[in-house]
């Protein structure tokens, strides 16, 4: 009995297509079974009969009996070979009779089953029930007989499916022949007839819609099946996708089973039996003329996605989210860039989208074929849809895209990818919290989606939705690749729509974070990037910042220099384009221009015009770096550039950018400048006069000046500028830089706008003496703070007397302070205005020191004042500074107000009795004892008389009154 049972279990199989052989030949007859014994496989003597002998005749070899399993594998599923104790019995005449009866006994028993097994049946329950049914033929025993020729031991018993297992080679061999005649050109190739096409298609169908029909897949899945898919209903290729989903889960030998299916099913859409059955009507209405096999369906589908039904659509779209896993899903993809994954990624383990984004990497390599990268083009396109397109960002952003993206998630979770709106999908939203991701694989991944929509917008949906009408009437023919069609976009700016203006302007922000969103900058500036700035970062805007420093190195290339300054004009117009200002002066924006709208350099402008008020030194730090940019290209400040253009093609067209040179056009010829340009012009011009680094031509003539004279003066409120000013009458001073300083002192001198000393010390003298003359565009302030030097400040004289002293030592006729002495100078030095060019620096101030007693009173008011400002050590000693003449008299107990009462009348006492030397010699080193003395008894009496009078004042109640003895 036992026998009995065994044969039905490991023998049904071979017979279930058993037929009389009438007419056929014995031979013939014996083939056939060899071939169908233990397998899922057409019937051979059916449509496909001829087929099989002209395509796979191997398959009708018997081997030898002599030849074991091992030695000749493909045999392995005959009979007599996977069943060796019943070779013998095999020639015995009755055992045919006996086949054949438990043929009968087990096709009653399908009949059965497959009555029972509805399609509403859950699959745990099929597997249960069928466990069941072999336990009670066993009489209640659990241990069930082995089948060798494969299937799953259930419940860790010994049962065994015996009509899982079989190998589907007949069909395999026929699909295989029909796919090569399919891309084959030859003219007389042999084709599979069409009868045995629609078998194979049939038969393929069935066993993707039942999974009780795939006994190869139900063997090595059945635990699985039994873990995570106990619960799904059969039928409908349902247990298969449930298989899909936990495919991370699955055991290796069940993942690779439902790879294989995935991959059979990439070629013939019609294999993925949700989508067959959910699409047949838009199959027949739309797709009936394209053919089946490689991939032709699925693209059919996918260019008729607007007009297909919902399910349809929704089937669709969860199809092209699991063939995002591998390229193998994606027949068209995988045969067209065959040659190139064999080339470039031969190593690249398949699966988890890897081998995609290899090819995606090297697509900017020459031998990458056109045909390829355009298809490659089409899928990464499709994959800006939405996120669950791309296998990896859905993997690896997993967690980002909730914690940062969670309304977007569940929106997309919601509908199909033509339903979510996609400018608020999960890709565009990390895309604008890229900043945030934590995740570190989601971050790089995140980063190589971003690069590549920069550089092709047809990656970039949202793009193309809101630009789609710009796109057509103004860059039609401009070609895709390394972002020309965003530049050419943003060279139209003007004639833009409102929400295409506004997603460009995001996708501009967006490129600002990091140099690898710049693809033009990145390939024309490869080889500066490498020589320049190989150790700095590639996110933030660092790179391009190190690219700005080395723009007038000669070994930049001049591609390079033009895109780095196109990025840098641009960056310039809005706070927003440039994320180190933007983080650097968060807060100070907060508080300083918190008012002022963002756009056309306004808040740029605030900060540099505020840049007093900084309180982060790092904001300080990054307004310095805008205004020098600025200073040294025009086109960087935003105001100054809207307000200078017609300016600049008309007075300077012929003068290029950089080193501050159209502005130097500009100030030659203030007469013919617009008054808006003028006005622009004069408010950076006060800024450059705080830092001498904002001035590019003199940092570069006054290079080596700055670090031979002043190399511990600290840049900045112009002390730098005022260092070499004073040390410009040296002999060894550079020549270009002494001319550059000369000029500077002439234009401080005439505004007091461009003196910030002077405007910051006499800021109250100014108000009260002087006002308005403080403006950019009115000369003269700092003459009138002369004429008023009595009545300022000490903080004020000394500023003032430091410009003047400049001006004397630079002398130039017609000097804004020193034209008072322009008679004086041709009289006794014999300086004019044609001659001043070929004298020494200070010579005429020397001259007219050793002419003090004959000239004006009004040169000497000037040169007398030069005196007190003097710098050299031994005038100091001898008390001609305010400060010293102070701290002298600060033992009488003073107020502030009679301690300046009697500064200034020793000052007039020396400055009288230096005035009536009539010997035409003055010489500082030969100033004589006597007046020495005389300054010190001055200073003492002076000093003790008033001490004197105020405590008789005191007594007497009376007060005091001193006169001006001139």
């Given at each position: 009995?036992?026998f009995s049972r ?9 017979v279930?297509t058993y ?5 056929a030949?014995?031979?013939e007859a ?5 071939l ?5 496989d ?5 449509s496909?009969a001829?087929?099989?002998?002209q395509f796979?005749?191997e398959?009708?070899t018997?081997p030898?009996?002599s030849?074991?399993t091992?030695s000749?594998p493909?045999?392995?599923h005959l009979?007599?070979?996977r ?13 045919r009779?006996?086949m054949?009866?438990?043929k009968?006994n087990f096709?009653?028993?399908?009949k ?6 509805r ?7 099929f597997?249960?029930?069928f ?5 009670s033929?066993?009489n209640?025993q ?5 089948f060798l ?6 419940f860790?018993?010994?049962l ?9 080679t007949a069909?395999?061999c ?5 796919r090569?005649?399919r891309s084959?050109v030859a ?14 298609r049939s038969f ?7 999974v ?7 063997g090595?899945?059945?635990q ?7 619960q799904?209903?059969?039928?409908n290729?349902?247990v298969l996708?449930?298989l899909k989903?936990?495919k991370?889960?699955l055991?290796?030998s069940c ?5 294989t299916?995935q991959?059979?099913?990439?070629e013939d859409v019609?294999l993925?039996?949700p989508?067959?059955?959910?699409c047949t009507?838009d199959?027949?209405q739309?797709?009936?003329h394209?053919?089946y096999?490689?991939g032709?369906?699925l693209?059919c589908l996918?260019?008729?996605?607007p007009i297909?039904?919902i399910?349809?659509?929704q089937?669709?779209?969860?199809r092209?989210?699991?063939?995002s896993?591998d ?5 068209r993809?995988?045969q067209?860039?065959a040659?190139e994954k ?7 383990p398949l699966g988890r ?5 290899c090819?995606q990497?090297?697509m900017k390599n020459?031998?990458?074929g056109i045909e390829c990268?355009t298809?490659?083009?089409k899928?990464?396109g499709h994959?800006?849809?939405d996120?669950?397109l ?11 895209a909730h ?7 569940a ?5 199909t990818?033509?339903?979510v ?5 999960v890709?565009e939203c ?13 971050s790089?991944h995140?980063?190589l ?7 092709d917008m ?5 793009m193309l939705q809101a630009?789609?009408q ?21 060279s139209v ?6 929400n295409c203006?506004?997603m460009?302007f995001r996708r501009s922000?967006l ?6 969103f710049?693809?033009?900058m990145a390939?024309l500036c ?5 020589k320049?700035c190989s150790k700095v970062?590639?996110t933030?805007?660092?790179v391009?910042?190190?690219?700005q420093d080395?723009?007038q190195d000669?070994?930049m290339?001049t ?19 440039n994320p ?9 924006q907060?508080?300083?221009c918190k ?10 402008k ?6 007093h008020?900084?309180n ?7 307004t310095t ?5 600025a200073a040294?290209?025009w086109?960087?400040?935003r105001p100054?550039?809207?307000?200078c253009l017609?300016d600049?093609?008309?007075l300077c067209?012929n003068?290029?950018a ?9 100030r030659?010829?203030?007469?013919e400048?617009?008054?808006e ?16 680094r904002?001035k590019p031509?003199?940092m570069?003539v006054?290079?080596?000046?700055i670090s031979?004279h002043?190399p511990?003066?600290h840049?900045g ?15 060894e ?8 300083m000369?000029a500077?002192?002439r234009r ?5 706008a ?13 108000e009260k003496?002087?006002p ?5 565009d009115?000369?003269g302030g ?24 400049i001006s ?5 006729h017609?000097?804004?302070?020193t034209?008072v002495c322009?008679?004086d100078?041709v009289?006794f030095c014999g300086?004019d205005e044609?001659?001043?060019m070929?004298?020494r620096?200070?010579?005429?101030k020397?001259c007219l020191?050793r002419?003090s007693?004959?000239i004006?009173?009004a ?10 400002s003097?710098?050299d050590?031994k ?5 001609f500074?305010?400060n010293?003449?102070?701290n ?7 107020s502030?107000?009679?301690h300046?009462?009697i500064?200034?009348r020793?000052f ?7 005035h009536t030397r ?12 006597a ?5 010190v ?9 008033f001490?004197?009078q105020?405590n008789?004042?005191?007594?007497t109640g009376?007060g ?6 001139s």
């Amino acid at each position: 009995m036992l026998f009995s049972r065994a044969v039905l279990m490991l023998c049904t199989l071979a017979v279930t297509t058993y037929s009389e052989e009438s007419g056929a030949s014995r031979v013939e007859a014996s083939k056939s079974r060899s071939l169908i014994a233990s397998a899922d496989d057409i019937p051979l003597n059916g449509s496909c009969a001829e087929d099989i002998k002209q395509f796979c005749p191997e398959l009708l070899t018997i081997p030898k009996q002599s030849e074991s399993t091992e030695s000749n594998p493909t045999h392995r599923h005959l009979l007599v070979e996977r069943v060796p104790w019943l070779g013998s019995e095999t020639k015995n005449s009755n055992v045919r009779q006996r086949m054949l009866a438990l043929k009968r006994n087990f096709t009653e028993f399908k009949k059965s089953y497959f009555q029972r097994a509805r399609p509403a049946m859950k699959a745990g329950e099929f597997l249960s029930h069928f466990a069941s049914s072999q336990n009670s033929r066993e009489n209640g025993q659990n241990k069930g007989v082995k089948f060798l020729g494969g299937g799953m031991n259930m419940f860790g018993g010994g049962l065994q499916l015996p009509f899982f297992g079989g190998r589907t080679t007949a069909v395999f061999c026929l699909q295989r022949n029909i796919r090569r005649q399919r891309s084959s050109v030859a003219p007389d190739q042999q084709q599979v007839t069409g009868q045995c096409k629609t078998e194979v298609r049939s038969f393929m169908e069935q066993r993707a819609a039942d999974v009780r029909r795939d006994k190869s897949l139900l063997g090595v899945c059945f635990q699985d099946i039994t873990s995570h898919c106990n619960q799904t209903d059969l039928g409908n290729g349902r247990v298969l996708r449930c298989l899909k989903l936990h495919k991370s889960s699955l055991t290796g030998s069940c993942a690779s089973a439902v790879t294989t299916r995935q991959m059979q099913s990439a070629e013939d859409v019609l294999l993925d039996a949700p989508l067959r059955v959910a699409c047949t009507q838009d199959l027949s209405q739309e797709c009936s003329h394209v053919g089946y096999g490689g991939g032709a369906k699925l693209s059919c589908l996918q260019a008729a996605r607007p007009i297909l039904t919902i399910k349809c659509r929704q089937e669709l779209f969860r199809r092209e989210v699991e063939n995002s896993e591998d390229i193998r899903f994606n027949f068209r993809l995988s045969q067209t860039c065959a040659a190139e994954k064999q080339k470039f990624c031969e190593h690249e383990p398949l699966g988890r989208a890897r081998a995609i984004t290899c090819l995606q990497d090297n697509m900017k390599n020459e031998d990458f074929g056109i045909e390829c990268k355009t298809e490659l083009q089409k899928t990464l396109g499709h994959q800006a849809w939405d996120w669950r397109l791309d296998w990896r960002l859905r993997t690896l952003c997993h967690k980002d895209a909730h914690e940062l993206c969670g309304s977007e998630v569940a929106a997309a979770a919601n509908g199909t990818a033509s339903e979510v709106r996609v400018e608020t999908g999960v890709l565009e939203c990390l895309k604008q919290r890229a900043g945030s991701v934590s995740e570190e694989g989601c971050s790089k991944h995140l980063q190589l989606r971003i690069a590549a929509s920069m550089e092709d917008m047809r990656q970039d949906l949202p793009m193309l939705q809101a630009c789609g009408q710009e796109l057509r009437d103004h860059c039609q023919g401009v070609p895709s690749g390394e972002g020309r069609m965003q530049m050419c976009l943003e060279s139209v700016k003007e004639s833009l729509s409102k929400n295409c203006s506004g997603m460009l302007f995001r996708r501009s922000v967006l490129q600002s974070t990091n140099f690898k969103f710049k693809p033009r900058m990145a390939r024309l500036c490869a080889v500066e990037k490498d020589k320049f700035c190989s150790k700095v970062p590639e996110t933030g805007n660092e790179v391009a910042k190190c690219l700005q420093d080395h723009l007038q190195d000669p070994e930049m290339s001049t591609r390079c220099r033009q895109i780095v300054e196109r990025d840098e004009v641009k960056s310039s117009g809005d706070i927003r384009l440039n994320p180190g200002l933007l983080a650097a002066c968060q807060t100070d924006q907060q508080a300083l221009c918190k008012d002022m709208l963002p756009g056309r350099g306004r808040v740029i402008k605030c900060l540099k015009d505020n840049r007093h008020m900084l309180n982060n030194p790092g904001c300080r730090i990054a307004t310095t770096r805008m205004l020098t940019r600025a200073a040294d290209n025009w086109k960087l400040d935003r105001p100054l550039a809207e307000a200078c253009l017609e300016d600049v093609q008309k007075l300077c067209k012929n003068i290029p950018a950089g080193e501050g040179r159209v502005h130097e056009c500009l100030r030659k010829v203030p007469q013919e400048v617009s008054p808006e340009c003028q006005a622009a012009e004069a408010r950076l011009e006060a800024q450059e006069a705080e830092d001498i680094r904002l001035k590019p031509m003199i940092m570069k003539v006054c290079s080596d000046a700055i670090s031979t004279h002043c190399p511990n003066v600290h840049p900045g409120d112009s002390r730098v500028i005022t260092c070499l000013q004073e040390k410009s009458t040296l002999p060894e001073f550079p020549s270009m830089c002494a001319k550059r300083m000369t000029a500077l002192a002439r234009r401080s001198a005439l505004f007091v706008a461009f003196n910030p000393r002077v405007l910051r010390s006499c800021q109250q003298e100014l108000e009260k003496q002087c006002p308005g003359m403080n403006a950019t565009d009115v000369p003269g302030g700092v003459r009138c703070l002369l004429e008023g030097f009595q009545y300022s400040s000490l903080g004020c004289q000394s500023e003032v007397t430091r410009t003047v002293s400049i001006s004397l030592n630079q002398y130039q006729h017609n000097g804004p302070l020193t034209k008072v002495c322009d008679a004086d100078a041709v009289k006794f030095c014999g300086v004019d205005e044609n001659s001043q060019m070929f004298v020494r620096p200070s010579s005429v101030k020397d001259c007219l020191l050793r002419s003090s007693g004959n000239i004006t009173d009004a040169c000497w008011k000037v040169v007398s004042l030069h005196l007190v400002s003097d710098r050299d050590d031994k005038i100091d000693r001898k008390g001609f500074r305010w400060n010293e003449l102070k701290n002298r008299i600060k033992n009488a107990n003073l107020s502030t107000e009679e301690h300046d009462e009697i500064a200034k009348r020793v000052f007039a006492e020396v400055a009288t009795k230096l005035h009536t030397r009539n010997n035409g010699e003055l010489s500082l080193e030969g100033l004589p004892v006597a007046v020495l003395l005389m300054i010190v008894g001055v200073i003492c009496v002076g000093s003790g008389y008033f001490f004197y009078q105020r405590n008789q004042s005191k007594k007497t109640g009376k007060g005091y009154v001193v006169y001006d003895k001139s």
